[in-house]
């Protein structure tokens, strides 16, 4: 299976601040990564699909960049509303694997 | 508008079994795949599997493989995820994904969630 390794687990910022959330695959990908938020008792919403790739409706101050076995999502304007745990998830071969999460917290 | 709506909260012994379901609406359901992922209390996301419901093709997680059963009742627009013998391991938040394209791809819908509870 490939691993998937998110850093840091978890982090605490304030509003306005930029926020970088990296994910490692234990093996070359290529672009097939995607994320997740997940807030506080909801389900897992898809924010961001094929390493970059915003899906509709997604606010533009996410982003995502990466290929091979580094990605990385990077939120430029935390808001309040970002309070989440967010996951990588590898769609490149079966089984589908997810990182361990990180959780963002508001100073 | 594409909707997932799971079943309820269930709350089971061990050794009970158990199925529980979603309903797609909104699209085509025998054209897309529909899966399974479990989140464990305070845990992550682990995906179980996906059906296809045209024709019933399944491909599970072998880390669940023989553990539970994936199927679908494409004339009813409903996937199905059932135990024959719970375990207090199974407690859990289930939700029902919709693979984008394939069966290897990302999720872009999911269900809400059915929590699942056993215990004596």
């Known amino acids: 299976d490939i691993q998937m390794t998110q850093s840091p687990s978890s982090l605490s910022a304030s509003i306005g601040d930029g926020v970088t959330i990296k994910c490692r695959a234990s093996?070359?990908?290529?672009?097939?990564l995607n994320w997740y938020q997940q807030r506080p008792g909801k389900a897992p919403n898809l924010l961001i699909y094929?390493?970059?790739s915003l899906r509709g409706g997604v606010p533009s101050r996410f982003s995502g960049s990466g290929s091979g076995t580094d990605f990385t999502l990077t939120i430029s304007s935390l808001q309040p509303e970002d309070l989440a745990t967010y996951y990588c998830?590898?769609?490149?071969?079966?089984?589908?694997?997810f990182g361990g999460g990180t959780k963002v917290e508001i100073k | 508008e594409v909707q997932l709506v799971q079943s309820g909260v269930e709350v089971k012994e061990p050794g009970e079994s158990l199925k529980i379901s979603c309903k797609g609406s909104?699209?085509?359901?025998?054209?897309?795949?529909i899966g399974w992922v479990r989140q464990m209390p305070g845990k992550g996301l682990e995906w179980m599997g996906v059906?296809?419901?045209?024709?019933?093709?399944?491909r599970y997680n072998p880390s669940f493989q023989g553990l539970v059963t994936i199927s679908v009742d494409k004339s009813i627009s409903t996937a199905y995820l059932q135990w024959s013998s719970l375990k207090a391991s199974d407690s859990a938040m289930y939700y029902c994904?919709?693979?984008?394209?394939?069966?290897?791809?990302?999720?872009?819908?999911w269900g809400q969630g059915t929590l699942v509870t056993v215990s004596s």
């Open positions: 994904v919709r693979p984008r394209a394939a069966a290897v791809d990302y999720f872009d819908y």
């Open positions: 909104g699209y085509s359901f025998a054209s897309y795949w």
């Open positions: 059906i296809f419901p045209a024709d019933s093709d399944t």
């Open positions: 093996q070359s990908i290529g672009n097939s």
């Open positions: 094929g390493g970059s």
């Open positions: 998830q590898q769609s490149y071969t079966s089984p589908l694997t």
